[in-house]
């Protein structure tokens, strides 16, 4: 996007499909490479094994590609699908590394009463999660019709 493109705020239902699509491709990834590890029968009990391999599956290696998606193309590939992008909220441009990582754990505080945080996006006039308040961040996108960005410069 150029500067003179016009941006909109991304609203709660198409960042839910874009986290639906994110998902699904970490998914994809984590289950063989889950199987790999320990073997398809990890899937079929309840109570499963601990340890590093598990923690590097389930919390970094996820942490790892988002931050990294974030840090390269300012959006996931489930943002990417909608046209969506992250931007700082005051100039509207790539936010920095300080900014992604408060905008990542701030996911987990958003998430932890009861996913209020997240929901958040529907109510609020910019379209911000609390993770998005914590980080200065927006989620924008080329705009459709009306409700144009205007960033201060």
Do not use: C
């Not at 992008?85 to 996911?107: K, M, N, S």
């Amino acid at each position: 996007m150029d500067d003179t493109t016009e941006l909109e705020y991304v609203g709660f239902w198409l960042r839910v499909w874009a986290s639906i699509i994110d998902s699904v491709l970490v998914m994809l990834i984590l289950i063989p490479l889950t199987a790999a590890v320990y073997g398809w029968d990890y899937f079929m009990v309840i109570t499963h094994a601990s340890g590093a391999a598990e923690f590097f599956i389930s919390w970094v290696l996820p942490a790892v590609a988002v931050l990294a998606f974030w840090m390269a193309k300012n959006a996931t590939p489930g943002k990417m699908a909608i046209s969506a992008t992250i931007v700082d909220e005051r100039t509207g441009g790539p936010p920095g590394t300080a900014q992604h990582l408060g905008r990542y754990f701030g996911y987990f505080l958003a998430a932890i009463p009861l996913g209020l945080g997240l929901i958040w996006v529907a109510f609020d006039p910019k379209k911000q999660g609390w993770h998005d308040k914590l980080a200065g961040t927006v989620v924008v996108r080329p705009r459709k019709k009306s409700g144009v960005v205007h960033f201060e410069r």
